[in-house]
């Protein structure tokens, strides 16, 4: 196996040489490998789950697209981004997740090393039966590893092993097997998903992404400050949660050496993580901008081939489909679900816009007894933990722009760009008649 | 990747076995403490030193411990008495209101304090303890020291019930991080089984549970046990510790054997929350005693946030504010008390099935803990070759810091800020 760096010290050559003898043992003891790559015509044998799921996400690896570069120290003109390995266009190997509901079975192997960055978003309502399955394609970049995967929804309340998806406890899928899981939600709110197995490499490769839940009260007239609402982050009674539109903003970050490992059969030491890229929904400032991959309508749409549609103008953005452009109407009330699955506590503010918190880790900000919802320019939040942010938008005659950005000012650059990047997209705010009602997160409809 | 597995955690995770087997030897078996303790400690749960008079004698001392990767690490912690090292510092229990007294022997080289964080009118023999300058005006520590092999001693009232800590107040960049810290738990007047002075904090004393995140950077530890010194400004973090013990020994009962100066583990061990035969929460004392914030996860539930630092969350008309969260930040020396149970409320069993299809055996692969079926209580055979340590269909949780980084340990993976929730079947059940 090659061995990058030019001095090897006495804790990597353990490190590699213990780690490879132990594979063999591990393996028995941690987790019984079962299937090797090659065997994906298996996953449609007898055994395989029956029931219709409600989506159906296959996990493998892929390659996504993040500006400048971050040279790989002690060589000249060799980087870790972009990685002279990837394909045309792309820089970033990354782990994740594909929504293949509704493809052929033809359609979804073709789907290996087409990850999309971040993860599909989806979202159930309370109380809903819904089976999510999970296929697992492989990776085409490591055929030497046989890595199962599993889908973890963090912070499902009463989780029952069988469906939460830590492999200690539970189970995990071997490449080309399928297993499906359960969840009857019974709590609204904001979360997240990502796969545990080997959590440290497959979250940070980029298998994250987020979930939400609709409360009851959804469809149900309230009226609140004067205006009537039908959509609310939680059962609030009284449409104090409710909003005109919604937007998920998933915070990631992307340590290049580490991804560069992966492709070149490396294995960093993640004590020495570093976010060399802060990604807002699988990208970085200003590409949080463009608009969502496929449609305005469906941004999970596929062509023939099962493969993505990108952006307008924006083929490197294939497989990185989810914009995170806000924008809204005079005197609207959007709804902002920010999850953090980076590696890092972040702080993020939006000037000039007053955030109202409604719910911390899907969980409504009032008691029976206690409203402790309350405003603030800017909310810190740590890894794992999610926020529900309603903004009331000020009434305009001509568009205006604000920032939802992070304030740490290390956060918003890009490596080897002058200007600002990462965390950070725009809110623009628009004269009443310019957006059509919006029925999917994370869209924009004009009329 | 799979090719992370390491021969160091191999060996740990048999070891492992045999420990969770030894968790079910009764109280007063295998796993009493040392003699100068009360009495058995419990194999999980929150270890207390206790004293009728709250009155503590504790050495500051050198010693070892001993990470998941099979390194050791040289320390300074507190032990009992004049010559038992561990750590972390042992528990400290007192009562609301008593005077608690803490005589220090310093048997390190280097002269040494004690702070407690959150305690008012500490006196240190006789006087008020308070920061200490030289003649210049130079700050030399945040109280008075104690010299190599002198004493000194410190009294206070436990004014509130709460989670606290002390800490080494000398030269704390080093010190602190070299393990001279411990925990403090003052019970309330309402009753050792309740947090603060509210009928709403009542937890089962079963379940109470330490949760103290530290971390270690294995060349400070180096530096000062070769006499050398060490620039903090090239400080980095390498372990990361739950009471003091990297996964898997985390799970290991309290006073494991083979973690013979790193008494406290980890595990929870509880049932399902029922009306009726188990209606209290567990509780659980977080305490960070790094230098960032941990975000700490425990799997399949949500935690109450009930206090902070010692203070109840409570609005100005003493309504609670508690937050129920699911990723709880832990800041340095912030202690955070939190509330949380599991409860069953799917009722899943043999005759009201899980709603998928579970696909055949060699279509899967089995967790460690998994017991052959997803209902608590049933277990089913494995296919052969196929390690579990699942005893009677008990459920297992992961509960583990969420910056992912802190759960590896100087390049090897899965050895850092990990535990594990076990909830048994409602009693009567199958468990050994
Ligand atoms: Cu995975
Ligand atoms: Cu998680």
Redesign the interface.
């Known amino acids: 196996m090659l061995i990058r760096r030019s001095k090897l010290t006495r804790r990597e050559f353990l490190k590699w040489s213990s780690g490879l003898m132990a594979g063999v043992l591990a393996s028995r003891v941690f987790r019984r490998p079962l299937a090797k790559s090659g065997e994906i015509a298996l996953a449609a044998s007898p055994s395989a789950p029956s029931a219709v799921p409600d989506i159906h996400l296959a996990a493998t690896d892929g390659w996504i697209y993040l500006p400048g570069q971050v040279p790989i120290p002690g060589t000249s003109g060799q980087y870790y981004n972009p990685d002279p390995w990837a394909p045309d266009g792309l820089t970033t190997y990354m782990f994740g997740f594909r929504n293949v509901t509704g493809m052929t079975t033809q359609q979804m192997f073709s789907q290996k090393m087409h990850s999309q960055a971040s993860a599909p978003l989806w979202w159930v309502n309370e109380l809903q039966d819904y089976r999510l399955r999970l296929s697992n394609l492989g990776l085409q970049m490591r055929p030497d590893l046989i890595d199962e995967h599993t889908v973890h929804w963090h912070g499902f309340r009463n989780a029952w092993p069988v469906f939460d998806g830590e492999p200690h406890s539970s189970l995990a899928v071997p490449i080309g097997r399928s297993l499906d899981l359960f969840y009857k939600p019974r709590d609204p709110g904001s979360y997240m998903y990502h796969c545990h197995f080997e959590e440290t490499e497959h979250v940070h490769m980029g298998m994250t992404g987020m979930v939400f839940v609709r409360p009851a009260q959804d469809g149900n007239p309230y009226t609140h400050n004067g205006r009537t609402f039908t959509k609310f982050a939680y059962n609030d009674g009284d449409g104090s949660t409710g909003y005109d539109r919604e937007f998920t903003i998933t915070l990631t970050d992307v340590w290049a050496e580490a991804h560069w490992d992966d492709a070149h059969v490396q294995l960093p030491d993640w004590t020495s993580f570093r976010a060399d890229y802060n990604l807002m929904n699988g990208r970085v400032y200003p590409d949080t901008l463009a608009p969502n991959g496929n449609s305005e309508t469906n941004p999970w749409a596929y062509d023939a081939n099962g493969y993505l549609i990108p952006p307008p103008g924006r083929p490197e953005l294939q497989w990185q489909p989810l914009s995170s452009l806000i924008e809204g109407e005079s005197g609207e009330r959007i709804l902002i679900r920010l999850v953090n699955l980076s590696f890092f506590t972040h702080t993020m503010s939006t000037p000039g816009l007053k955030m109202r918190v409604v719910g911390k880790d899907a969980t409504f900000l009032r008691s029976a007894t206690a409203d402790f919802t309350f405003e603030t320019s800017h909310y810190i939040f740590g890894t794992g933990e999610t926020a529900d942010i309603i903004i009331q938008l000020p009434t305009v005659s001509t568009t205006t722009k604000y920032l939802l950005h992070n304030r740490d000012l290390r956060r918003l650059k890009n490596p080897g760009i002058n200007g600002l990047g990462g965390h950070m997209t725009e809110i623009r705010v628009h004269p009443t008649g310019t957006l059509a009602p919006q029925t999917i997160p994370n869209t924009n409809p004009r009329p | ?10 060996r740990r ?2 070891v492992l076995g045999i420990a969770l087997v030894m968790m079910f030897i009764p109280m007063g078996g295998a796993l009493t403490a040392p003699d100068d303790h009360a009495g058995p400690a419990p194999s999980v749960g929150l270890v207390c030193e206790t004293d009728p008079n709250a009155t503590f004698t504790l050495s500051a001392l050198p010693g070892y411990i001993s990470m998941a990767d099979g390194n050791t690490i040289f320390m300074w912690s507190y032990g009992v008495g004049r010559d038992d090292f561990q750590f972390p510092g042992p528990v400290l229990c007192v009562n609301e209101g008593q005077t608690v007294t803490i005589v220090l022997h310093n048997d390190l080289p280097v002269p040494t304090s004690m702070v407690f964080p959150g305690q008012v009118g500490v006196m240190a023999n006789g006087v008020p303890s308070a920061a200490q300058f030289d003649g210049s005006g130079k700050l030399t520590s945040l109280a008075q020291t104690v010299a190599p092999g002198g004493s000194i001693t410190y009294s206070f009232v436990a004014s509130r019930p709460g989670t606290f800590l002390y800490q080494s107040g000398t030269n704390p960049g080093i010190q602190v991080q070299m393990g001279l810290h411990g925990a403090l738990v003052v019970r309330p007047a309402l009753g050792a089984n309740f947090a603060y002075n509210d009928p709403e904090t009542e937890f089962d004393p079963e379940d109470e549970y330490l949760m103290m995140l530290g971390e270690i950077d294995p060349l400070l530890h180096q530096a000062i046990e070769r006499g050398e010194t060490f620039d903090m400004r090239n400080y ?3 372990y990361f510790l739950i009471n003091g013990r990297t996964f898997p020994d985390t799970l290991a009962p309290n006073y494991a054997s083979w973690l013979p100066t790193q008494p406290y583990g980890s595990l929870a061990h509880i049932y399902p929350y029922d009306p009726v035969t188990n209606p209290l929460p567990a509780l659980s004392r977080y305490i960070g005693v790094g230098t960032e ?1 941990y ?1 700490f ?1 425990p ?4 935690s109450d946030i009930i206090g902070r630092d010692g203070f109840p969350v409570k ?1 100005p008309g003493g ?9 709880i ?1 832990i800041g340095p020396v912030q202690t955070t008390d939190a509330l949380w149970s ?5 009722n ?1 069993s043999d005759t009201n099935p ?7 055996d ?9 017991g052959g079926t ?1 209902y608590l209580g049933n277990t089913d055979t494995l ?1 052969t ?3 579990t340590f699942n005893q009677c269909g008990e ?4 509960a583990h810091n ?13 050895i850092g800020q990990v535990t ?1 929730t076990r909830i048994d079947p409602p009693l009567p059940n199958n468990c050994p």
């Not at chain 2, 990747?1 to 191999?10: D, E, G, I, V």
């Not at chain 2, 459920?395 to 992961?398: A, L």
């Open positions: 990747m799979r090719l992370t597995n390491h021969l160091n955690q191999l995770v048999l980095k973090a390498r914030i975000p996860h799997h399949a539930f949500n609005g309504e609670n504010l508690w937050e129920e969260k699911f990723s930040p599991w409860r069953d409320t799917e899943w899980v709603p998928i299809d579970i696909p055949s060699q279509n899967l692969t089995f967790g460690l803990f998994w997803p296919p070759g196929t390690t459920f297992y949780h992961i969420h910056a992912l980084q802190q759960i590896t340990g100087w390049g090897v993976v899965l594990f």
